[in-house]
Nanobody
């Protein structure tokens, strides 16, 4: 059974940092991509950042570029999202999603792929 487990969310003040983790298990594919998404109350889900399993391709939404960094440990099949200089508008439930197969990070972000699996989400709250 494929599982994605997010962790690392919490409540912080503006300007502080958090590091989210997405641990993926239960699959044998060596080629895959992971995307981070977020959904704030009353808003649609939006993509935040994407990475390929070998870490060679990454992509960021404009709203987080320069503040967030995505990385991956492909031995552990765990992706990370380092979030610095957090703003109140970053408050949301953050989800990771798994796309099996090889797709560039930019394509994952822009080509409308249907992700194969989703995690349960982790809450991030940023206050002034």
């Amino acid at each position: 059974e494929v599982q994605l487990v997010e962790s690392g969310g919490g409540s912080v003040q503006a300007g502080e940092s958090l590091r989210l983790s997405c641990a993926a298990s239960g699959f044998a594919n060596t080629d895959y991509g992971i995307g981070w998404f977020r959904q704030a109350p009353g808003k649609e889900r939006e993509g935040v950042s994407w990475i390929t399993s070998d870490g060679s391709s990454t992509h960021y939404a404009d709203s987080v570029k320069g503040r967030f960094t995505i990385s991956i440990d492909n031995i552990k099949n765990t992706a990370y999202l380092q979030m610095n200089s957090l703003k109140p508008e970053d408050t949301a439930v953050y989800y990771c999603a798994l796309l099996l197969g090889w797709v560039t990070a930019e394509a994952m972000a822009t080509a409308g792929y249907e992700y194969d699996y989703w995690g349960q989400g982790t809450q991030v709250t940023v206050s002034l």
